[in-house]
C-alpha cells in the first residue's frame, strides 16, 4: 500500500488554511490545490506540493498519485446561487469522479449540517443547503470510500477540542470552531473512516471520544 499523500481541495480556505497546518504538523504529506499562483509562498512554507487548478473547469491533473482527498471549498454567503451550484455541488461531484477513477482510498468532504434537511432551512440558506444535500448524496452513491463531515455553525475562535454530535440545524446551535473542523477531518484520515456522515455542532465532547464513538457503530450503506 502506498504512503499517505493527500491533495487538500480548498486549500486557502480559511477551514482548508486549519487542515494545512495540522497536516503539516502531523507530518503527513499532502499537495494544496490553488486557484492563484500568489498564494503559494504560505503553502510552500508548510511542506505541501503545489497545483494550481480551477474547481469550474476540469481539476483531474490535481489527483495524480493522491491516496487520500479533502474536499474543503466553499462558496462565500455573497456569492450567490450560481456560485453555490458550481462549488458546494458540481466540483464536488466532479471530485467525486476523478477521486473514484484514481481509486483513493479515502475521501473526506466538508459540507453543512443544513445538509440534513435543506428545505426546512431559513430561505437564505436554502438553495446552499440543497446545493450540499445533493454533492452529499451524489458522494455516497459514486462508490469512492468517503467520510462526509456536516458542521454546523462556523466560528473563527480558538480550537476548543470538543464537539456534540447532531442531525438537524436548530436555531442558535452552539458553533464550532473551523479548527476544530479540521482537526476532525485529519483524525479522519488518520483513523481511516469510512462511509461515515457525522453532524455536529460546538459541544462538550472530546474528538477522539467522539470518532471513537461513530467507529463503533454500523457503516452507512
Not at 445538509?115 to 436554502?126: E, N, Q
Request: hydrophobic fraction near 40%.
Amino acid at each position: 500500500m502506498k504512503a499517505m499523500k493527500v491533495l487538500l481541495i480548498g486549500a486557502h480556505g480559511r477551514t482548508g488554511r486549519h487542515i494545512a497546518r495540522q497536516l503539516q504538523g502531523e507530518g503527513i504529506p499532502f499537495r494544496a490545490l490553488l486557484r492563484k499562483s500568489a498564494h503559494k509562498p504560505e503553502f510552500v512554507a508548510l511542506g505541501a506540493e503545489i497545483v494550481l487548478g480551477d474547481l469550474t473547469n476540469d481539476f483531474s491533473h490535481a489527483f495524480d498519485d493522491v491516496t487520500h482527498v479533502i474536499y474543503a471549498a466553499g462558496s462565500a454567503e455573497s456569492e450567490g446561487v450560481n456560485e453555490e451550484r458550481l462549488i458546494d455541488r458540481d466540483a464536488v461531484q466532479r471530485t467525486a469522479d476523478y477521486a473514484k477513477r484514481r481509486r483513493v482510498q479515502q475521501l473526506v468532504v466538508i459540507s453543512a449540517l443544513s445538509a440534513y434537511w435543506p428545505d426546512a432551512t431559513p430561505l437564505a440558506l436554502r438553495h446552499y443547503s440543497r446545493m450540499k444535500h445533493e454533492s452529499d448524496d451524489y458522494v455516497q452513491r459514486r462508490g469512492v470510500p468517503y467520510v462526509i463531515l456536516r458542521p454546523g455553525p462556523l466560528s473563527d475562535e480558538p480550537a476548543r477540542g470538543t464537539i456534540a454530535l447532531a442531525s438537524e440545524r436548530v436555531a442558535n446551535a452552539p458553533a464550532v470552531s473551523r479548527e476544530d473542523v479540521a482537526r476532525l477531518a485529519v483524525e479522519s484520515l488518520k483513523r481511516g473512516l469510512k462511509e461515515r456522515m457525522i453532524g455536529f455542532v460546538g459541544g462538550d465532547g472530546g474528538i477522539e471520544e467522539v470518532l471513537t464513538s461513530v467507529l463503533s457503530t454500523e457503516p452507512i450503506c
